[in-house]
């Protein structure tokens, strides 16, 4: 059984569209966040959500919009895609606190 | 907020040697320092931790030390395998807070 996983692993999409990214943990945690890590494998956090609660909003532009159905989802919806946002992007999930954070295979991004 | 600096970016070895990578953050009140190995496709995976009241931990050919008046940590790899080729993060975290992660290190073992 996969711990967290992701869909899609692969996303092409033309500038200006708007798509979505599904995240889903069956690890019983109540953290999950969503990171993004650019071509120089930088890992960059962008949301972070407590028992569905939105408790980490770094500084992304607000056409991202996470949205959390439950503790056991994640998903990531971007509106107007830019070719900026060609990334991948990783959903993680822990319980809040100091304990191992496991992230899913990640969704590589790629606007064209 | 805290910021975690991790030297060198990337890093060759002959197989059989060992590798060193280096971390420092600025926040001393960060008591958590997890460390990932990040497989060519894949997420991150955690490999070794170490908590604010411990100055070293080993697993295997794997170690971590941490010097908290220093403010920095390491992961120390023997006996370096082909398979140990990965992007290593190390990271830093304070309690309920974000973790954040270092740039990341490039680890090429050379068979």
């Known amino acids: 059984d996969t711990a967290v996983s992701q869909t899609p692993k692969y996303l092409v999409t033309q500038m200006g569209n708007d798509k979505s990214i599904k995240c889903e943990q069956n690890l019983g945690h109540d953290t999950m966040y969503w990171y993004k890590q650019d071509s120089k494998k930088f890992l960059k956090i962008m949301f972070s959500y407590n028992n569905k609660e939105l408790i980490i909003n770094e500084t992304v532009p607000n056409r991202f919009s996470p949205k959390s159905p439950d503790k056991a989802h994640l998903n990531l919806h971007i509106n107007s895609l830019e070719l900026g946002d060609s990334a991948v992007y990783f959903c993680?999930?822990?319980?809040?606190?100091?304990?191992?954070?496991?992230f899913g295979q990640g969704t590589r991004l790629t606007v064209v | 907020g805290e910021n975690v600096e991790q030297h060198p970016s990337t890093l060759s070895v002959q197989e059989g040697d060992s590798a060193v990578i280096k971390c420092t953050y600025s926040?001393?009140?960060?008591?958590?320092f997890p460390w990932y190995k990040q497989e060519l496709g894949k997420g991150p995976q955690l490999i070794i931790d170490?908590?604010?009241?411990?100055g070293e931990k080993k697993d295997q050919r794997i170690a971590v030390t941490l010097n908290k008046t220093a403010k920095h940590f390491s992961l120390h790899i023997t006996e370096t395998q082909p398979e140990d080729s990965a992007v290593y993060f190390c990271?830093?975290?304070?309690?309920?807070?974000?973790?954040?992660f270092g740039t990341g290190t490039k680890l090429q073992v050379i068979p």
């Open positions: 170490i908590r604010s009241n411990v």
């Open positions: 990271a830093a975290i304070r309690g309920y807070q974000k973790v954040t």
């Open positions: 993680a999930s822990t319980s809040l606190g100091n304990t191992e954070a496991f």
């Open positions: 926040d001393s009140a960060s008591n958590y």
